[in-house]
């Protein structure tokens, strides 16, 4: 079983910025892809952003420009910057990773982001 644990999430204004951080459990391994969701209040988890082993990355159309997605394929740890936060972006979010293109998704208890002034 992977365990994955996320911190930094926070109240910040609009237009401040926080960084997320996730690491796994499991490094003896590298991950084949990391990243991060995010669920709103009544609304459906969404994609925010990922990077696979290689450093493709891939962003919701949202937060391309805003957010910044970034790994350690050693320590198999990910990290999400997050610049000129908007009051939409407030969601739990949620750190995931799979160790192989097929395998299945371990997922991190979620960390709390709140842009409000």
């Known amino acids: 079983q992977v365990q994955l644990v996320e911190s930094g999430g926070g109240l910040v204004q609009p237009g401040g910025s926080l960084r997320l951080s996730c690491s796994a459990s499991?490094?003896?391994?590298?991950?084949?892809?990391m990243g991060w969701y995010r669920q709103a209040p009544g609304k459906q988890r969404e994609l925010v952003a990922t990077?696979?082993?290689?450093?493709?990355?891939n962003y919701a159309d949202s937060v391309k420009g805003r957010f910044t997605i970034a790994r350690d394929n050693a320590q198999n740890t990910v990290r999400l910057q997050m610049n000129s936060l908007k009051p939409e972006d407030t969601a739990v979010y949620y750190c995931?990773?799979?160790?192989?293109?097929?395998?299945?998704?371990?997922w991190g208890q979620g960390t709390q982001v709140t842009v409000s002034s």
């Open positions: 990077i696979i082993s290689d450093g493709r990355t």
């Open positions: 995931t990773c799979t160790y192989s293109p097929v395998g299945r998704y371990y």
């Open positions: 499991r490094t003896s391994v590298s991950a084949y892809a």
